[in-house]
């Protein structure tokens, strides 16, 4: 859905940038305000190509290579709907998100970093894509090895699944620990659905996470100094994966 603006241009219903306006690696944080400190983190030349509803989006260069850094939201239908827009009518051929996640398996501490090759759902939103089918919520596999490959081996950094949760704060009983039990590493609210989406318009998806905090291991919560510290692993790793 095309809406024609006052000026002649194009818009879609959620983003009110113009096609060229993106580049071709969008790198997707759920906060836009850490959108806007991530694009000025990277970037002395972002600029302002998106604010609908306060999500702000930015555009500029990397050692002359062109990047997008945009928020989604929080949980899968935001997200989903940035991304289907990015996606379709705005060029963009990858979206990593950079996020934070709770971490489940015992293995994973607040402060490291996870890189999602699979998100599993409680959500529908998967469901509702092919008849009759549970849907593998996958990463591209070519974002998530020049992820790896970024990480060198650091023993703070895990590949493995996630859970993609549409509550934050609703408990199941027994969940987590079965959720555990199966080696998922966190828990965070929008990757499968962001899998989901790539796979519908054939493009590339990754989710690297900074782990805020942790479910079953009674480690205490990131400080917000710690999540703006730790969080820069976790970027690099995604900016390594944009420029892949
Ligand atoms: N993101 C960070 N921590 C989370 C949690 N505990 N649950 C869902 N999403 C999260």
């Given at each position: 859905?095309?809406?024609?603006?006052?000026?002649?241009?194009?818009?879609?219903?959620?983003?009110?940038?113009?096609?060229?306006?993106?580049?071709?690696?969008?790198?997707?944080?759920?906060?836009?305000?850490?959108?806007?400190?991530?694009?000025?983190?990277?970037?002395?030349?972002?600029?302002?190509?998106?604010?609908?509803?306060?999500?702000?989006?930015?555009?500029?260069?990397?050692?002359?290579?062109?990047?997008?850094?945009?928020?989604?939201?929080?949980?899968?239908?935001?997200?989903?709907?940035?991304?289907?827009?990015?996606?379709?009518?705005?060029?963009?051929?990858?979206?990593?998100?950079?996020?934070?996640?709770?971490?489940?398996?015992?293995?994973?501490?607040?402060?490291?970093?996870?890189?999602?090759?699979?998100a599993?759902t409680?959500?529908?939103?998967?469901?509702?894509?092919?008849?009759?089918?549970?849907?593998?919520a996958?990463?591209?596999?070519?974002?998530?090895?020049?992820?790896?490959?970024?990480?060198?081996?650091?023993?703070?950094?895990?590949?493995?699944?996630?859970?993609s949760?549409?509550?934050?704060?609703?408990?199941?009983?027994?969940?987590?620990?079965?959720?555990?039990?199966?080696?998922?590493?966190?828990?965070?609210?929008?990757?499968a659905?962001?899998?989901?989406?790539?796979?519908?318009?054939?493009?590339?998806?990754?989710?690297?996470?900074?782990?805020?905090?942790?479910?079953?291991?009674?480690?205490?919560?990131?400080?917000?100094?710690?999540?703006?510290?730790?969080?820069?692993?976790?970027?690099?790793?995604?900016?390594?994966?944009?420029?892949?």
């Amino acid at each position: 859905m095309l809406l024609l603006r006052k000026d002649q241009t194009m818009a879609t219903p959620h983003i009110n940038a113009e096609m060229g306006d993106f580049a071709p690696a969008v790198l997707m944080p759920g906060d836009p305000k850490r959108a806007e400190r991530i694009a000025h983190m990277l970037m002395d030349d972002a600029k302002l190509v998106t604010d609908v509803r306060g999500m702000l989006g930015f555009t500029g260069t990397v050692n002359g290579r062109p990047l997008s850094v945009m928020g989604s939201g929080m949980g899968q239908p935001s997200a989903t709907i940035y991304a289907t827009e990015l996606y379709r009518w705005f060029g963009v051929e990858r979206i990593i998100r950079v996020g934070t996640c709770g971490g489940i398996s015992p293995k994973v501490k607040v402060g490291d970093v996870v890189v999602a090759l699979g998100a599993h759902t409680d959500s529908a939103m998967n469901t509702l894509r092919i008849p009759g089918v549970h849907f593998s919520a996958v990463a591209s596999f070519k974002l998530a090895s020049a992820a790896v490959a970024a990480a060198k081996e650091a023993d703070n950094v895990h590949v493995g699944t996630i859970i993609s949760r549409d509550h934050f704060y609703l408990p199941v009983e027994g969940q987590v620990q079965k959720l555990a039990d199966y080696g998922v590493l966190g828990v965070e609210m929008e990757a499968a659905a962001m899998y989901g989406v790539a796979a519908e318009f054939g493009k590339e998806a990754l989710t690297v996470l900074t782990v805020s905090d942790h479910l079953l291991d009674g480690s205490a919560d990131m400080t917000a100094e710690e999540r703006e510290t730790k969080f820069r692993g976790a970027l690099d790793l995604a900016v390594a994966a944009a420029f892949v």
